[in-house]
């Protein structure tokens, strides 16, 4: 049995063969007609050619061997990041501890452009994760931002950090010296309350002015950053202190 739609008329016609002759009937109208066989032998040839044609297209699909993330030709890329005026100096006494992680470990070439005062990066033939000079870059751009580089070397072995900034006005709208005793409240006397937060959300905190950068896991700056927004809006330190004590004891109870 053969089944043919026409598309002008939308109708369905079956082919069958009975009795050695052919017979055509229609399911819409259910007239049947009477064909001979040499149309039939037509439509038939017609029909195998299709189902022919089909298999051939399916049997000849394309297969394409699996290739390794290191064949073909190595694609070359560069990055830059601009070195600010007050971390030049420090740049250039850091740069033997610098340079060695990111040669050594990362397989990149690393120069500083003293015209343009940029550290540029450029992955090399022996570079096998293209991940790499990501990782590299946002290293740099920790230790730009004030970040020591014992701290900001951790970019380069974890995964799970990142840094967040943000100002003080984005939490209170401060000037003056409502500002700068802000700026004291975070602070605390030498350091004390920076390093209280740091060590209870083990984070990494700089203070540069009016902007705030937190180095440390997702759920680690989230803490850290709303202790440090509790001082800007001015809650006291003893109340901060005893919920970052409060936070402490469930995450060492999590773990």
């Known amino acids: 049995t053969i089944c043919i ?10 082919i069958t063969k009975f009795n050695g002759m052919d017979l055509e009937y229609d399911d819409d109208d259910g007239e049947d007609v009477m064909m001979d066989e040499v149309d039939t032998e037509e439509v038939s040839a017609a029909a195998a050619g299709m189902l022919a044609e089909d298999s051939g297209m399916m049997s000849s699909a394309p297969s394409f061997p699996a290739i390794s993330a290191t064949a073909g ?30 040669v050594e470990h990362m397989q990149l ?9 940029h ?6 033939e022996r570079s096998t994760d293209t991940g790499n ?13 004030g970040f020591a580089v014992e ?13 967040e900034s943000f100002r003080v006005e984005d939490v ?3 000037k003056g010296d409502n500002l700068s005793r802000a700026i004291g409240r975070i602070s605390g ?6 390093f209280t937060i740091e060590k209870t959300t083990r984070t990494r905190i700089v203070l540069a002015d009016r902007n705030i950068h937190i180095l440390g896991s997702f759920q680690n700056i989230k803490i850290a950053r709303d202790a440090i927004c509790d001082l800007i809006m001015g809650s006291p330190a003893n109340k901060v202190y005893a919920r970052l004590r409060s936070i402490s004891a469930r995450m060492g109870e999590r773990f």
């Open 109 to 117: 070439s690393v120069r500083m452009n003293t015209a343009t005062k």
């Open 151 to 163: 701290d900001a070397i951790a970019l380069l072995r974890l995964d799970d950090l990142y840094v």
């Open 133 to 145: 000079i990501q990782k590299a870059e946002d290293f740099l751009k920790a230790y730009m931002l």
């Open 189 to 194: 006397k030498d350091g004390r309350t920076k």
């Open 73 to 102: 030709s190595v694609v070359i890329q560069e990055r830059s990041v601009r070195v600010p005026p007050n971390r030049f100096t420090p740049l250039r006494n850091d740069w033997p501890r610098i340079c060695p992680p990111l």
């Open 5 to 14: 739609l026409d598309t002008h008329t939308h109708t369905h016609t079956h």
């Open 119 to 124: 550290v540029q990066l450029r992955t090399t």
């Open 172 to 174: 209170k709208t401060l």
